[in-house]
């Protein structure tokens, strides 16, 4: 079956623009997760989704940051005003539940100039 | 603080040469313990889950265990596809949250 697709693959913005990032989970998976890899880094959380569930936001940097998860399934990473400091991978996962394991998207390599 | 620290940073083996890489934990109540491979210029892989101290699980030259401190994954002579990124995960029992934390990772090297 699909596994958790990413999109866009590479993204290029100029500084102070807005980005989206977007992720479509694994069918069926009530879990879903963004975390950010900076070069040479490991992987820092950032959001969690868990069904209907307010999401945990305690790893989002800044204000400049949100996410979004429609209908329980698609999520999309939004950050405002871009900074170079945000040039990373960003990763999503998805999860059938709670202490199972997560499946990771190929993540979207972001670029700020 | 959950706290997960992963040894050595890098290592390099030759074909056929078997070694373990380390994962420290500190948690407050751990509900699993994950362990991923991750390639260059790719999301990180699943390969295991462990629940309880003394559980092993396996998969080709792969052998993961867990103790209450700690995880080893065990590469038994190992090939140059093994090269790659290892990581650890942590998830905890408790109500602050159910994110993964990671640890480092190892960067595993394997010379033919």
């Known amino acids: 079956g699909a596994g958790v697709s990413q999109s866009p693959s590479n993204k290029v913005t100029e500084k102070g623009k807005d980005v989206e990032l977007r992720c479509d989970p694994i069918?069926?998976?009530?879990?879903l997760y963004w975390y950010r890899q900076s070069l040479g880094q490991g992987l820092e959380f950032l959001i969690y989704?868990?069904?209907?569930?307010?999401?945990?936001k305690s790893g989002l940097p800044s204000d400049r940051f949100s996410a979004e998860r429609t209908g329980g399934s698609v999520s999309t990473l939004t950050i405002q005003r871009t900074q170079q400091e945000d040039s990373a991978v960003y990763l999503c996962a998805s999860s059938s539940q709670v202490g199972l394991e997560a499946f990771f998207g190929q993540g979207t390599r972001l670029t700020v100039v | 603080e959950d706290q997960v620290t992963q040894s050595p940073e890098a290592l390099r083996l030759q074909e056929g040469e078997s070694s373990s890489l380390n994962c420290s934990y500190t948690v407050s109540g751990l509900r699993g313990l994950f362990w991923y491979r991750q390639d260059p210029g790719k999301g990180p892989e699943f390969l295991f889950t462990?629940?309880?101290a003394g559980e092993e699980k396996e998969k080709e030259r792969l052998k993961a265990t867990l103790t209450k401190k700690e995880s080893f994954l065990h590469i038994t002579a190992p090939k140059p596809e093994d090269s790659a990124t290892y990581l650890c995960?942590?998830?905890?029992?408790?109500?602050?949250?159910?994110?993964?934390?990671f640890g480092g990772g190892t960067r595993l090297m394997v010379k033919p």
């Open positions: 989704f868990q069904g209907n569930s307010a999401p945990d």
């Open positions: 462990l629940y309880s």
């Open positions: 995960a942590v998830q905890v029992n408790n109500n602050a949250g159910n994110m993964l934390t």
């Open positions: 069918s069926g998976h009530t879990a």
